[in-house]
């Protein structure tokens, strides 16, 4: 148990809504990340929050968005949602952002967009 | 363009023997690289690194070796056990703003046959 929790497991929607996947990183840990994995694809970065803070941004669609709260929990709406979006999306923390802290991921969100 | 490459999607081996798994990188300027290996319904768990400062890496029986010049390194599994079946992603991060976002390949399958 990597002591990072992802809700839902799963989550099928239609084209056009919009979703919330939740994060609640590692107690302790101050850095989150988000990584979307499609279909034979690798681990696609897309966004990283440090204490509240943006940090970095990836891959990120214009179309998704994500905060982290003043609990270090984590949220990323993906808006207006299209099949292409169906993918797994998984949440890492991390206690710093250097490079001796190695990513811890959650279990993933597995989108459905139908 | 990936900047992380595993060329091999997949890899058997027998049980004892030694399973080699080996990625690519294009980026210059990456200087730490991790192996992450996810079992199904799983996310990516941590499993060893190693800096640009060295050239190998050592961890009970698995072996990270780097070779810069050839912007190359590998995984070395030895000897391989049925409970390493599972899936293996090569990582590389740099310095960006401050933080260390790993960028990852799209994983190769270790299946060790008993």
Not at chain 1, 10 to 27: F, K, N
Not at chain 1, 61 to 89: I, K, M, V
Not at chain 2, 17 to 42: G, H, Q, V
Request: glycine residues 8%; proline residues 5%.
């Amino acid at each position: 148990d990597s002591g990072v929790t992802q809700t839902p497991k799963h989550l099928i929607t239609a084209t056009g809504q919009r979703v919330t996947l939740r994060c609640s990183p590692r107690s302790g840990d101050l850095s989150v990340y988000w990584y979307q994995q499609s279909l034979d694809q690798g681990l696609q970065f897309l966004i990283q929050y440090y204490n509240g803070e943006e940090r970095a941004k990836g891959n990120i669609l214009e179309r998704f968005s994500a905060q982290q709260f003043p609990d270090l929990h984590s949220e990323l709406n993906l808006s207006s949602l299209e099949l292409g979006d169906s993918a797994l999306y998984f949440c890492a923390s991390s206690g710093a952002t250097g490079r001796n802290s190695p990513l811890h991921f959650g279990n993933g969100t597995r989108l459905t967009v139908t | 363009d990936q900047q992380v490459k595993q060329n091999s999607p997949s890899l058997s081996v027998q049980e004892g023997r030694i399973s080699i798994l080996n990625c690519d990188y294009t980026n210059s300027m990456f200087d730490y690289f991790l192996w992450y290996k996810k079992y199904p319904a799983e996310g990516p768990t941590f499993l060893i690194s190693i800096s640009s400062i060295k050239d190998k890496n050592e961890d009970g029986r698995f072996t990270v070796f780097l070779n810069k010049s050839a912007k190359h390194l590998s995984l070395h599994i030895v000897p391989s056990q049925p409970g390493d079946s599972a899936v293996y992603f090569c990582a590389a991060s740099a310095a960006s703003g401050g933080s260390y976002i790993p960028t990852f390949g799209r994983g190769t399958s270790l299946i060790v046959h008993p």
